[in-house]
């Protein structure tokens, strides 16, 4: 597997989990939905990762 199909999966596994966690606390499911996936994108974007491994695959090319 490549890095993007990795990241995308951890991805959206963690969306389905943040948002049950986060929809136990506030009883809505758009609400859980929508923080899960501001944490989400806090926990895994990392520009100077992606930056790096954009690089290296280009090297590789």
């Given at each position: ?14 969306i389905i989990c ?24 806090f926990l895994f974007y990392d ?15």
């Amino acid at each position: 597997m490549n890095y993007q199909k990795k990241t995308a999966m951890f991805f959206i596994i963690s969306i389905i989990c943040l948002t049950y966690v986060f929809y136990c606390f506030t009883n809505s499911v758009l609400a859980g939905l929508v923080i899960s996936t501001f944490v989400s994108i806090f926990l895994f974007y990392d520009p100077k990762k992606i930056k790096e491994k954009r690089e290296k695959e280009a090297n590789e090319i």
